[in-house]
């Protein structure tokens, strides 16, 4: 067992790893972004990829690209992180916040119908839905589609957690009607900080491509009709990402063991778990789990005291002051989540001795506890 920090999913850039890149790389930095985009697409099972510095950046661009404008509303889970939901304030429309579901704590389908049917009878069709596969796990994608399809709602899937998840075999990423996903470095591929966004069709590609840089018309000189981003992925970063790509099946495959490992010498303790659809398959990008009683902020401190990295489940959006007058569509999951839910490291590189010391610890606060 080592005594260094175990992280909750990091990548470490030690000098050895500086060196296999550099001894991998076959591309040229120039020709790196157009060759990492096709690795993306042909990963996440779309036509094409476009590379940006962030998946942050990639759902603000699948936001526009859906047509999005100012006042419209744009229905989104409560249970996800802050970048999710941030963009579709970026173009001024209004976030419609809906509650988590049990089994997978993604969007609640019976919730998602109840604010569609509110907003028709307001006359307000609402502009998108970001759909998001929490942790890793497929949402109830079958229900979810169909309600959008019946009502004619673009879907964006917000695969930033979900790359190498898959439902039915169909990567995540290629899921919805546009895709994005995020290379920052708690991911299981990292370019230390990107995401992409994940088309189908060439024409979306152009537009995307053109706002990601600036909006620049293709003169010879410089001309912009449109506001645009500086949203461009660096070609270094592609380059980087070219030797993190091929191994995604492999990381996954370990994440998946790391969750199996926690649950099986943990199971006595774990009340709840994100559960698998039938022919869902999660990467388990974090291995996140519900403990008896509601304590996880103090099981957080607890495990940080032996140097162990971990973190609360998402406090819901519809708690965040930035949000507070947002609508929200709400049934008490996400709140009892956040409460009682922790993730524990996950990471692909996690020793299984480093394992063995989280459980001790993890067991060892739940002995305090029924000792206190
Ligand atoms: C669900 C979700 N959406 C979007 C993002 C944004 O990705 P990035 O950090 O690359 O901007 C993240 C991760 O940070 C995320 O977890």
Redesign the pocket.
Known sequence: MSDSFIPLSGHDLSMASVHAFQAQHQFPPAQALGEFERLVASKTGVAHAVAVS????A?HLALKLAGVRPGDWVLAPTF??V??INPIRYLGAEPILIDAEEETWNLDPGLLREAILDALKQGKRPAACLV?N?YGTPSHWGEVKALCREHGIPVIE?A??SLGAAVDRQPSGSLGDIGIT???NN?VITCF???AVLLKDQQQTERVLYWATQARSALPYYEHREVGYNYRMSPLQALWGLTELPELDERVRKRRAVFQRYREELGDLITKTQHEDVGAYSNRWLSSFIFRGERALALQQHLLEQRIESRPLWNPMHHQPAFSDVKAYRNGVSDRLFRSGICLPSGHELLGSDQKKVVDSVRHFFRQVANA
Do not use: M
């Open positions: 962030s998946g942050t950046a759902i996800t992180y970048a999710t998001v929490t917000d930033a957690e995020s290379f920052n991911k900080g990107g995401g």
